[in-house]
């Protein structure tokens, strides 16, 4: 469909147009392609959602070849031509695809419509433990993109291309939303086939090669246990072996998963040496040309996924722990220091313009945050997490900008500014044994009121500046402001959009 700039005479011009016509009137089937859109996706998932998306509205190629690993894939002068010469890329995450970001301009430039399937989702923190092995070097995701592995989640990356196209080619929306639509119900089919196997599972852990499967295990209440070291293709050593079999009777562990077949050796050895039976739970990153023949389809591997895990989630054997036990680091940030440690700080360090994110909260940008919160520490439903961050983030301040002696304060009144001066630091210890700082500051002003005593508190006890802050002021004492708990409004740079705050606070 992409109409490309000719340089064409105005005798050629006029044959070609000729030609054209009688074409058209011969048979109808240059229109058709004229008008059906070029795509290109990266890999494999991506081809088949977008596919069911646009049906016989366009014409959808698959980048990164069959049977290839996504995560190690850059692409070559060949396909960037490829990608250059289609009306719309889709792409998944940037955590997964991360050389589009470098490409993305030359894209808009050659006006190719450009969309990220996992537009408006958040994803999850990734973990060392989460680092792909394919190769010498492997790699880590700063954040986990394996949404698509949660049918749950596939359905909103469905919605999310679907909607995109829709406002791109309003033209065609009406034939994009019922394709959509009528895959959405067999995804739906999908979600609901994995919940009603899993939500009452007598076994809710599975151990792993490694970490790819955490939105599944999220999303339908499960444990994944990763196991560092074991790869398909290498042997593990004799003292790895020693410490798996330990690992493996400890834990009554009957299968561990691999993402793909693992080698006769590998499989023989593990078997022989801990009492384990190698499976497979297939990551879906591409498909090999045999099962694409075969006509398998991501749904239908999910179901061969399902069959897998039930080998384990329908035993009753005992709950898997992890090899080593998971405490809260103790880190800074988590409040864990020498109380020699902590810096004197100026208001330098929380300069700029920042925007409150109790507006989010309001217009329930931060309901994904809320219902990852529940489902990582079920101690707090959804409705009650928001609960608490409501109490803890409400403000009538949506905008504050600081200086180096200066704070204005922008609330339904206007703008106030006043000049402040450093009163000093503060200590806290918590009942968890953790603790916090709040560095003080107050201003002389007599019409200041309740901006008179402020406190700056941001999980940071250097003299470096603040990527975000909780802030408490009132006009009684620096005292009063201490003993508050339960309210702290949370501002974060005013450049940021909401997506990226929300992102932001569920990564740390």
């Known amino acids: 469909m992409k109409k490309k700039k000719l340089k064409l005479s105005l005798g050629v011009l006029g044959i070609a147009s000729l030609g054209l016509l009688a074409a058209c009137s011969s048979n109808g089937t240059a229109e058709t392609k004229e008008d059906q859109l070029s795509i290109v996706t990266t890999f494999y998932p991506m081809y088949e959602f977008t596919k069911e998306i646009v049906g016989d509205e366009a014409k959808v190629e698959l980048l990164v070849p069959a049977g290839s690993e996504p995560h190690d894939y850059e692409p070559s002068a060949k396909d960037m031509a490829k990608i250059q010469s289609a009306d719309v890329f889709v792409y998944h995450n940037p955590n997964m695809e991360g050389w589009v970001e470098k490409v993305q301009k030359t894209l808009e430039d050659d006006q190719v419509n450009v969309i990220e399937g996992t ?104 444990t994944q246990v990763p196991i560092a070291g074991l790869s398909p293709d290498i042997e593990p050593s004799p003292k790895r072996l020693a410490e798996l079999k330990t690992y493996v009777k400890d834990n009554d562990i009957q299968y561990i998963y691999f993402e793909e077949n693992a080698s006769d050796k590998v499989a023989k050895t ?167 700082v709040r560095y003080l500051f107050e201003t002389n002003d007599p019409n200041a009121g309740n901006y008179r005593y402020v406190q700056f508190s941001d999980h940071g006890i250097k003299d470096e500046a603040a990527v975000h802050f909780h802030i408490y002021f009132g006009g009684e004492s620096q005292q009063a402001l201490l003993t508050e708990m339960d309210h702290w409004p949370t501002y974060y740079p005013a450049d940021l959009s909401a997506t990226q705050i929300a992102q932001e606070m569920l990564a740390h």
Request: charged share 25%.
């Open 119 to 222: 537009k408006g989702m958040l994803l999850l923190p990734g973990s060392e433990e989460e680092d792909h092995d394919h190769g010498e070097e492997g790699h880590h995701h700063e954040l986990d993109p394996h949404t698509w592995l949660a049918p749950s989640l596939a359905k909103k990356e469905v919605e999310s291309i679907e909607q995109q196209l829709a406002k791109a080619y309003p033209d065609k929306a009406k034939v994009f939303k019922t394709n959509s639509e009528a895959y959405l119900e067999k995804l739906n089919a999908l979600d609901q086939l994995y919940q009603k196997s899993l939500t009452n599972a007598p076994q809710k852990s599975f151990v792993t090669q490694h970490a790819a499967f955490g939105y599944l295990a999220l999303e339908y209440g499960l």
């Open 270 to 436: 593990l078997a022989n040496e801990t009492g384990v039976d190698l499976l497979v739970l297939n990551p879906l990153e591409s498909l090999t040309n045999q099962q694409l023949k075969a006509g398998e389809t991501y749904i239908s591997v999910m179901e061969e996924n399902l069959k897998a895990l039930e080998k384990t989630t329908q035993s009753a054997s005992k709950e898997v722990t992890t090899e080593t036990a998971t405490q809260t680091e103790k880190t800074v940030a988590n409040g864990y220091f020498e109380d020699s440690q902590v810096e004197d700080r100026t208001l330098a360090n929380y300069a700029g313009n920042w925007q409150s994110v109790y507006p989010y909260l309001q217009d329930g940008t931060l309901d994904q945050v809320f219902a990852y919160k529940a489902k990582l520490n079920p101690e707090k439903t959804e409705a009650e997490y928001k609960a608490y961050y409501e109490t803890g983030y409400k403000t009538d301040v949506d905008q504050i900008k600081i200086t180096d002696d200066t704070i204005s304060f922008s609330d339904p009144a206007g703008t106030k500014t006043y000049t402040y001066t450093y009163a000093g630091k503060e200590i806290l210890t918590y009942a968890k044994g953790n603790k916090g």
